[in-house]
């Protein structure tokens, strides 16, 4: 929200400049003949349950009259599909990173230009019943009595200037009444007014009004097509959606329970109309499809019965504009704040670029200005709508506006240059509903969108697939489609803005979360009842109740004593363990005296996981919007006995529960933790409340100790789930781009990467490389890809010009190495874990457009010595056929390290002065020598580095580098070109000590040594 702090004073500027040539009051015999103008307004109304719009699950009359006396728009879109942000947009007439509102957590910040200001300024009184839905006081209205937030259905509380009134009866006919009663008697009659008449309806819960409990009671409601939509033919982004019929929909939803809001009568008659089909349901024990087309039926009819009241009571409205005599000079909008999925793709809510949730309805009478019965198909939205009050009234239109004013299409006209595509984006994620960020461009036939923290788009044709079941943006047929649609998507951003706002931090990609232990419990008795974080993260626990206990078995240490009524508690829960979107893996070892009791607790009912007992048989229970996801073990465990809990959530969602490292159970429709848990960490208690099926806090009753948590799965639980801590070494574990070796214990050392996490070409348009790199604390040390050398990835081999059979360069320096058809492709990866150390073995091949030019083995030992990880690389290179390497700059054994600290350079001879050298000037290149250190003092204090030993027997070796870049790179050195021959391997062997502290000069100096002497 930073940036909107300058365009909303830049905005108020130009707002006071236009408005001072307004005269200072207005005559009456002008405000007379300016139109009044009343807004009604629905909340989440889709355009194909209105009757007049083709729909052919319900009839609305009164809407329908008014598009039988005005305009039906059929081409209207929201800018943001979501409550509050669509109502920013109307107030304003600015996208919502222009407003502030980007989602329904921002407050308005109603000091900023609106069109009621400007109405007010103009002359016309203002006022506002029902949903305002923006956190802040309304400003800008001459009368107001608004819900508080979403509001409720029945008894409905209001804010007014005088304080809060609370109202019995139907939130909807309440509404209007308050509507009428302003109309009749509220407004001074001498001026034109604005009034915006906003209902609740037919937002989620769907409860409907007393008088139509019972309507569609004995009919079936048509299933739309795509109510089993598998989302196949899309991104990734669909699937992970918690809006489905299916599974998402709630007991309130359902109306199974009902809201404590209602009175004993309301409730009573609520309970009669539902409670026989419930009951109904209940025995007919409905299961997968069946339940679906059950829950359907439910949701929709209540959704339409809650649309009949708003059509019956927009009735109400307009039969006393006709007594009155005000119809004749009143504009009438009919208009929602975005659409609605009705069990479309198998989904209810909105937020989507798609069509369902994209259109808004819009219907506008303007008695003798708008043809009655009239159509218009031009590309309109909220946006626009600000503009449009004001040219109605005369007013004029802010220049820092980013809309455009109706008037003419209401009047018949569209004008030559009115806009051919209109700009969507969606912010709100983490979020209700798990809806990715993204942003788009629609045509009158085609949709492109792009979904930029995942890096994935879609494109649409909407002409030949209007349900938009199959994205058409890899179809080299809709290449040209693509490149005119991401040219007029940059342009629309330019013009709104866009790129101009700094966007809250998004959660990661769960496939792009790599392995890191953040949590790491091993009992100390310590006099302040601290548990420490041998993690090195620094989440430090409080022993409540909770004693330290030393143990004979397994192979001796502490454990933690839980008494049944005690807990160790990290609170608050610190941003640093938040789960949001991350793959994770939990566990403890526990020897439990009980049946019943939670092992490990994070979160609470809304949001978090919890890993627990119940009757002896494991839970592993994760909480979405509520959502219970759980998954229960096959067996119960023995009660007095030692054993090794785990659970975890794969970069796929998958729920997994062990016992031992025997997989106990699984749930493959699970879910990640999707916002912050709001309760802390906590280990023998649930202290937030109700996460699994229990109730709190459900203590446990035993021992617990080696207690952990890890960003990312660890495949191989067996080192930790082994009795005997003496045997456990070093493992491997698995993510989707690579393999891991994982020290004894249980931090990550490093991992070979065989595939990117992002969409992007590297050196040779592959990866086959180590990244990340780890110091024995668990600090990463290396880099990825950084922005300003988008070929460098961690510890990978460099190569310019080879030439052969083939022509190849696998440096990827951009332009100067263009890395079409170049490719490092890995054809196997292995790995063995020890007790001492562990092996890496990697086969890869060097390609040229499909054709092999290199074979690579790599072989990798990977051990701890005092303070440092010490890594052996033995690289073999066989040229598939006789090759020469270009001697302007030869291959190189690339580091790159991260930069985000001060960073230092040691040689043997001491810290590095000499002039920083360059890859094209051989005599700046730093003496030889056995090893160089590179080190980087972190923000915290804290110093991790890595230093690269040459080996003797490799080719003479020149030291050399950028300026501005953070790494070691030695490179081969020669007179000439350097020849590659079939059958003569090319071994090169370096040594990686990646320490934490600065250099270890003397452990450097010992493992040089030893090479020295092989």
């Given at each position: 929200m930073k940036a909107t702090k300058p365009i909303l004073a830049a905005a108020a500027a130009i707002a006071a400049a236009v408005l001072s040539v307004l005269p200072a009051a207005v005559c009456a015999a002008e405000a007379s003949r300016r139109p009044n103008i009343l807004f009604v307004f629905t909340d989440d109304h889709a355009s194909h349950a209105i009757s007049a719009y083709g729909s052919k699950i319900n009839q609305t009359s009164n809407i329908d009259r008014l598009a039988r006396e005005g305009m039906l728009f059929r081409n209207c879109f929201v800018t943001n599909s979501i409550c509050a942000p669509s109502r920013a947009v109307i107030q304003t007439g600015k996208h919502s990173h222009v407003n502030g509102v980007i989602d329904n957590a921002v407050e308005f910040d109603t000091s900023q230009q609106t069109f009621p200001k400007l109405l007010q300024q103009a002359g016309y009184q203002t006022a506002i019943v029902g949903k305002w839905h923006l956190k802040a006081e309304p400003t800008?209205?001459?009368?107001?009595?608004?819900?508080?937030?979403?509001?409720?259905?029945?008894?409905?509380?209001?804010?007014?200037?005088?304080?809060?009134?609370?109202?019995?009866?139907?939130?909807?006919?309440?509404?209007?009444?308050?509507?009428?009663?302003?109309?009749?008697?509220?407004?001074?009659?001498?001026?034109?007014?604005?009034?915006?008449?906003?209902?609740?309806?037919?937002?989620?819960?769907?409860?409907?009004?007393?008088?139509?409990?019972?309507?569609?009671?004995?009919?079936?409601?048509?299933?739309?097509?795509?109510?089993?939509?598998?989302?196949?033919?899309?991104?990734?982004?669909?699937?992970?959606?918690?809006?489905?019929?299916?599974?998402?929909?709630?007991?309130?939803?359902?109306?199974?329970?009902?809201?404590?809001?209602?009175?004993?009568?309301?409730?009573?008659?609520?309970?009669?109309?539902?409670?026989?089909?419930?009951?109904?349901?209940?025995?007919?024990?409905?299961?997968?499809?069946?339940?679906?087309?059950?829950?359907?039926?439910?949701?929709?009819?209540?959704?339409?019965?809650?649309?009949?009241?708003?059509?019956?009571?927009?009735?109400?409205?307009?039969?006393?504009?006709?007594?009155?005599?005000?119809?004749?000079?009143?504009?009438?909008?009919?208009?929602?704040?975005?659409?609605?999925?009705?069990?479309?793709?198998?989904?209810?809510?909105?937020?989507?670029?798609?069509?369902?949730?994209?259109?808004?309805?819009?219907?506008?009478?303007?008695?003798?200005?708008?043809?009655?019965?009239?159509?218009?198909?031009?590309?309109?939205?909220?946006?626009?709508?600000?503009?449009?009050?004001?040219?109605?009234?005369?007013?004029?239109?802010?220049?820092?506006?980013?809309?455009?004013?109706?008037?003419?299409?209401?009047?018949?006209?569209?004008?030559?240059?009115?806009?051919?595509?209109?700009?969507?984006?969606?912010?709100?994620?983490?979020?209700?509903?798990?809806?990715?960020?993204?942003?788009?461009?629609?045509?009158?036939?085609?949709?492109?969108?792009?979904?930029?923290?995942?890096?994935?788009?879609?494109?649409?044709?909407?002409?030949?697939?209007?349900?938009?079941l199959k994205s058409v943006y890899d179809d080299p047929q809709h290449a040209g489609v693509v490149t005119e649609l991401?040219?007029?998507?940059?342009?629309?951003?330019?013009?709104?803005?866009?790129?101009?706002?700094?966007?809250?931090?998004?959660?990661?990609?769960?496939?792009?979360?790599?392995?890191?232990?953040?949590?790491?419990?091993?009992?100390?008795?310590?006099?302040?009842?601290?548990?420490?974080?041998?993690?090195?993260?620094?989440?430090?626990?409080?022993?409540?109740?909770?004693?330290?206990?030393?143990?004979?078995?397994?192979?001796?240490?502490?454990?933690?004593?839980?008494?049944?009524?005690?807990?160790?508690?990290?609170?608050?829960?610190?941003?640093?363990?938040?789960?949001?979107?991350?793959?994770?893996?939990?566990?403890?070892?526990?020897?439990?005296?009980?049946?019943?009791?939670?092992?490990?607790?994070?979160g609470n009912q809304v949001f978090g996981y919890s890993l627990y007992l119940k009757d002896r048989v494991p839970h592993f229970a994760v909480r979405l919007s509520g959502l219970l996801l759980e998954v229960c073990g096959h067996e119960p465990i023995d009660l007095d006995e030692w054993v090794h809990l785990a659970a975890t959530i794969d970069p796929e969602g998958h729920l997994r529960l062990f016992a031992g490292a025997q997989e106990a159970g699984r749930l493959d429709e699970g879910h990640f933790v999707t916002q912050p848990p709001r309760d802390g960490f906590n280990v023998g208690a649930d202290l937030g409340g109700g996460i699994g099926e229990y109730d709190t806090p459900l203590h446990f009753r035993g021992l617990i100790r080696d207690v952990r948590l890890y960003w990312g799965v660890l495949d191989d639980l067996q080192p930790w789930s082994s009795p005997d801590a003496s045997q456990r070494g070093y493992s491997s574990a698995v993510d989707p781009c690579g393999s891991w070796i994982v020290a004894p214990g249980g931090k990550p050392v490093l991992r070979y990467m065989t595939r990117n996490r992002v969409a992007g070409k590297l050196t040779a348009n592959s990866v086959c490389c180590l990244h990340p790199v780890s110091t024995p604390s668990g600090e990463v040390v290396t880099a990825f890809a950084p922005e300003d050398h988008r070929h460098h990835r961690g510890v990978f081999l460099a190569w310019y010009k080879m030439t052969g059979d083939q022509v190849a360069d696998f440096w990827g320096w951009g332009e100067f190495a263009p890395t079409e058809g170049r490719v490092?492709?890995?054809?196997?990866?292995?790995?063995?874990?020890?007790?001492?150390?562990?092996?890496?073995?990697?086969?890869?091949?060097?390609?040229?457009?499909?054709?092999?030019?290199?074979?690579?083995?790599?072989?990798?030992?990977?051990?701890?010595?005092?303070?440092?990880?010490?890594?052996?690389?033995?690289?073999?290179?066989?040229?598939?056929?006789?090759?020469?390497?270009?001697?302007?700059?030869?291959?190189?054994?690339?580091?790159r390290l991260r930069k985000d600290g001060e960073v230092t350079f040691t040689g043997p001879e001491g810290p590095v002065s000499l002039p920083w050298p360059h890859y094209l000037k051989p005599e700046t290149d730093w003496p030889a020598a056995d090893w160089y250190d590179l080190s980087v003092k972190l923000a915290g204090g804290k110093t991790v580095g890595v230093s690269v030993l040459d080996h003797p027997g490799n080719p003479p070796t020149a030291w050399h580098n950028l300026a501005n870049l953070a790494m070691i790179n030695p490179c081969i050195a020669a007179a000439g070109p350097v020849a590659l021959k079939k059958g003569e391997p090319l071994v090169l062997r370096y040594r990686l000590v990646v320490h934490d502290g600065p250099a270890p000069v003397e452990l450097l100096k010992t493992l040089s040594a030893q090479w020295r002497q092989e």
């Amino acid at each position: 929200m930073k940036a909107t702090k300058p365009i909303l004073a830049a905005a108020a500027a130009i707002a006071a400049a236009v408005l001072s040539v307004l005269p200072a009051a207005v005559c009456a015999a002008e405000a007379s003949r300016r139109p009044n103008i009343l807004f009604v307004f629905t909340d989440d109304h889709a355009s194909h349950a209105i009757s007049a719009y083709g729909s052919k699950i319900n009839q609305t009359s009164n809407i329908d009259r008014l598009a039988r006396e005005g305009m039906l728009f059929r081409n209207c879109f929201v800018t943001n599909s979501i409550c509050a942000p669509s109502r920013a947009v109307i107030q304003t007439g600015k996208h919502s990173h222009v407003n502030g509102v980007i989602d329904n957590a921002v407050e308005f910040d109603t000091s900023q230009q609106t069109f009621p200001k400007l109405l007010q300024q103009a002359g016309y009184q203002t006022a506002i019943v029902g949903k305002w839905h923006l956190k802040a006081e309304p400003t800008g209205f001459d009368h107001w009595k608004v819900l508080i937030g979403q509001g409720t259905y029945y008894n409905p509380r209001f804010r007014t200037p005088e304080g809060l009134v609370t109202q019995t009866g139907y939130t909807t006919d309440i509404i209007t009444d308050l509507a009428l009663e302003w109309l009749d008697k509220g407004r001074d009659p001498s001026k034109p007014f604005m009034l915006m008449y906003q209902h609740k309806a037919p937002h989620r819960e769907w409860l409907p009004g007393p008088d139509h409990l019972s309507m569609y009671d004995g009919v079936e409601i048509p299933e739309p097509p795509t109510l089993f939509d598998d989302y196949a033919g899309r991104t990734s982004a669909a699937k992970w959606a918690t809006m489905t019929i299916r599974r998402h929909l709630n007991d309130l939803d359902l109306k199974l329970v009902l809201p404590g809001y209602l009175n004993e009568d309301q409730r009573q008659q609520i309970e009669a109309a539902y409670g026989p089909e419930n009951e109904a349901m209940k025995k007919a024990d409905l299961k997968g499809d069946d339940l679906v087309r059950w829950k359907y039926q439910r949701y929709i009819k209540d959704y339409l019965r809650s649309i009949a009241s708003v059509d019956d009571n927009l009735g109400r409205v307009l039969d006393y504009l006709d007594r009155s005599g005000l119809a004749e000079n009143t504009v009438v909008i009919y208009n929602s704040d975005q659409g609605f999925y009705l069990g479309d793709h198998g989904w209810f809510d909105k937020r989507w670029m798609y069509e369902e949730s994209l259109r808004m309805p819009l219907v506008v009478r303007w008695p003798g200005v708008t043809k009655p019965g009239s159509e218009n198909r031009d590309l309109v939205q909220n946006l626009d709508f600000a503009e449009t009050f004001l040219d109605m009234a005369g007013a004029p239109v802010p220049g820092d506006m980013q809309g455009r004013s109706l008037v003419p299409l209401l009047e018949g006209k569209t004008p030559d240059d009115w806009r051919k595509s209109i700009y969507y984006q969606y912010y709100e994620f983490p979020g209700w509903h798990d809806v990715p960020r993204h942003y788009g461009v629609r045509t009158d036939r085609y949709k492109l969108v792009h979904y930029y923290n995942i890096g994935e788009w879609e494109l649409f044709d909407l002409e030949n697939d209007p349900d938009e079941l199959k994205s058409v943006y890899d179809d080299p047929q809709h290449a040209g489609v693509v490149t005119e649609l991401k040219a007029e998507l940059d342009r629309l951003r330019k013009l709104y803005k866009a790129d101009e706002f700094q966007e809250p931090p998004a959660p990661p990609v769960p496939a792009n979360v790599e392995l890191e232990m953040v949590l790491h419990y091993e009992p100390t008795a310590l006099d302040d009842n601290t548990i420490a974080d041998a993690s090195g993260k620094g989440h430090h626990g409080k022993r409540q109740d909770v004693d330290v206990v030393d143990l004979a078995e397994p192979a001796g240490g502490r454990a933690l004593k839980f008494s049944g009524n005690g807990a160790v508690a990290l609170r608050p829960s610190p941003e640093s363990l938040d789960p949001t979107y991350r793959p994770l893996t939990v566990g403890a070892w526990c020897k439990p005296e009980s049946p019943d009791g939670v092992i490990v607790a994070h979160g609470n009912q809304v949001f978090g996981y919890s890993l627990y007992l119940k009757d002896r048989v494991p839970h592993f229970a994760v909480r979405l919007s509520g959502l219970l996801l759980e998954v229960c073990g096959h067996e119960p465990i023995d009660l007095d006995e030692w054993v090794h809990l785990a659970a975890t959530i794969d970069p796929e969602g998958h729920l997994r529960l062990f016992a031992g490292a025997q997989e106990a159970g699984r749930l493959d429709e699970g879910h990640f933790v999707t916002q912050p848990p709001r309760d802390g960490f906590n280990v023998g208690a649930d202290l937030g409340g109700g996460i699994g099926e229990y109730d709190t806090p459900l203590h446990f009753r035993g021992l617990i100790r080696d207690v952990r948590l890890y960003w990312g799965v660890l495949d191989d639980l067996q080192p930790w789930s082994s009795p005997d801590a003496s045997q456990r070494g070093y493992s491997s574990a698995v993510d989707p781009c690579g393999s891991w070796i994982v020290a004894p214990g249980g931090k990550p050392v490093l991992r070979y990467m065989t595939r990117n996490r992002v969409a992007g070409k590297l050196t040779a348009n592959s990866v086959c490389c180590l990244h990340p790199v780890s110091t024995p604390s668990g600090e990463v040390v290396t880099a990825f890809a950084p922005e300003d050398h988008r070929h460098h990835r961690g510890v990978f081999l460099a190569w310019y010009k080879m030439t052969g059979d083939q022509v190849a360069d696998f440096w990827g320096w951009g332009e100067f190495a263009p890395t079409e058809g170049r490719v490092i492709e890995n054809r196997s990866l292995a790995t063995e874990g020890k007790r001492d150390e562990a092996e890496l073995r990697v086969r890869n091949e060097w390609l040229v457009d499909a054709s092999p030019m290199v074979q690579e083995h790599l072989d990798a030992t990977i051990r701890q010595q005092g303070p440092a990880n010490v890594i052996d690389l033995r690289y073999e290179l066989e040229p598939t056929a006789d090759a020469v390497i270009d001697q302007a700059a030869f291959g190189g054994f690339c580091v790159r390290l991260r930069k985000d600290g001060e960073v230092t350079f040691t040689g043997p001879e001491g810290p590095v002065s000499l002039p920083w050298p360059h890859y094209l000037k051989p005599e700046t290149d730093w003496p030889a020598a056995d090893w160089y250190d590179l080190s980087v003092k972190l923000a915290g204090g804290k110093t991790v580095g890595v230093s690269v030993l040459d080996h003797p027997g490799n080719p003479p070796t020149a030291w050399h580098n950028l300026a501005n870049l953070a790494m070691i790179n030695p490179c081969i050195a020669a007179a000439g070109p350097v020849a590659l021959k079939k059958g003569e391997p090319l071994v090169l062997r370096y040594r990686l000590v990646v320490h934490d502290g600065p250099a270890p000069v003397e452990l450097l100096k010992t493992l040089s040594a030893q090479w020295r002497q092989e």
